[in-house]
Each structure stands twice: as C-alpha cells, then as structure tokens.
C-alpha cells in the first residue's frame, strides 16, 4: 500500500515504499515463494524429503567428521532449535542421521550424518542441482548472478545482529 510518497512522511510515520520499490519488493516475494515452493516439490518427489530436511543434509556433509552441535547445525539452517529437533527426528528414523551426546556438555547433542543420509545426498544431489540450475542461474546472465549474490549477502548480513538478545530463529 502507497499512500504517501517516501520523503514526504512526517516523524512517527511509515516510509511507505515508492510504486518502483513496491514493484521490486513483490516481485521479490513472489520469486522467493515460487522458488522455495519449486525446490520442495522436486525433493519431495525425487527424495522424499522437503527442502530444508535437504539443506540439513548438506551442511551436515559439509562439516568436519559429518558431525555438528545441534545449536550450530540450528544456526547455519537459520531455523528454531525446535524445528530442528523435529527435522533430525525424521532424518533419525530415516537412518540418515543420528544423535550423539557431546561429552564436553552434557545437554549438548551432535548431529551425525550417517553414511545412508551421505548416499541419499549424492544420489539426489545432481537433480537439486539441476532444478536450482534451471530456476535460477539459467535465467541470469554471470553479472545478474554477481549483483543477487551481493545483493542477498548484504540483505543477510543486515538481519542478522550480532549484540546479545538479537531475536534471530535459532536463538528461539
């Protein structure tokens, strides 16, 4: 809704977005939406699995030992310490992933990526590629591709505070 152009709000009013602004911040959440929702479909036909389930997977096999704190594994998924726990409960029964108590910490868990969960990835791997592939970097020229990696980067960055207190997702 454009009720007011930016620079015309007064104190203590919204800075409503300008009609071109409006465009681009639509147009944004449609992609993001259509893509999430392309994403999920192709893993949960091909794989079984929604995409975040996936994106655990990946970021298990990409940490030393295939292994990571639940809190860390949280963080770098950007989701709740809950919606973890019910993900890597699915992923355990699966026999994709398994739990470890840390013994530096008694109320610290790992998470493992077993090596049925590292099969399942290599063998699902080349069609997430190729979906991501078709929906995105096909459609780009390198320099569009350039400017959305430094655009995503710098909007990332930004909403993610690092004083104490922040109210990011895997601190809920």
Known sequence: MNTAPASSAAAGEPRWLTDEEQRVWRAYVDATTLLEDHLDRQLQRDAG????????????AEAPHRRLRMTELAKDAKITRSRLSHAVAR??????VRREDCPSDKRGQFAVLTDEGMEVLRRHAPGHVNAVRQAVFDRLTPEQQKSLGEIMGIVAVGLQPCEAGADLPWLR
């Not at 994106?55 to 298990?60: R, W, Y």
């Not at 992923?91 to 994709?96: A, D, F």
């Open 49 to 60: 699995m929604p995409h975040v389930y996936y994106g655990l997977l990946v970021k298990l």
């Open 91 to 96: 992923l355990e029964r699966n026999g994709w």
